[in-house]
């Protein structure tokens, strides 16, 4: 099982930025698909971003942070990171990272993904 780690979570105001960083032991995590997820009280977790094994232009995006938010990662040094800009008090919840093996379709959605961090909390306030 892979283990995840997110770090880089805070308080922020409004329209203020964080960058998230997702990071793990596993040597060959270049070759895994990784999401980003948010998840607020009382609700599923939702999907915020993915990318893929090869990395950046094969990114995928929620319509709500597209041109906002920015995943990427460095193959090299097994991390993954979420630049977040222009945070609303929406965006507020705990970010989980997670990774799957293969690719498909399903990319956002929770269920597909089988390994999965501890979490992050972002708070965004107006």
């Known amino acids: 099982q892979v283990q995840l780690e997110e770090s880089g979570g805070g308080l922020v105001q409004a329209g203020g930025s964080l960058t998230l960083s997702c990071t793990t032991a596993?040597?060959?995590?270049?070759?895994?698909?990784v999401g980003w997820f948010r998840q607020i009280p009382g609700k599923e977790r939702d999907f915020v971003a993915a990318?893929?094994?090869?990395?950046?232009?094969?990114?995928y995006y929620k319509d709500s942070v597209k041109g906002r938010f920015a995943i990427s990662r460095d193959t090299d040094k097994n991390m993954v990171w979420l630049q977040m800009n222009r945070l609303q008090p929406e965006d507020t919840g705990i970010y989980y990272c997670?990774?799957?093996?293969?690719?498909?379709?399903?990319?956002?959605?929770?269920?597909?993904?089988?390994?999965w961090g501890q979490g992050t909390q972002v708070t965004v306030s107006s």
């Open positions: 596993l040597s060959t995590f270049n070759q895994y698909n």
């Open positions: 997670a990774s799957r093996a293969r690719f498909q379709s399903d990319y956002n959605e929770p269920l597909a993904y089988a390994n």
């Open positions: 990318i893929r094994e090869m990395g950046t232009p094969y990114t």
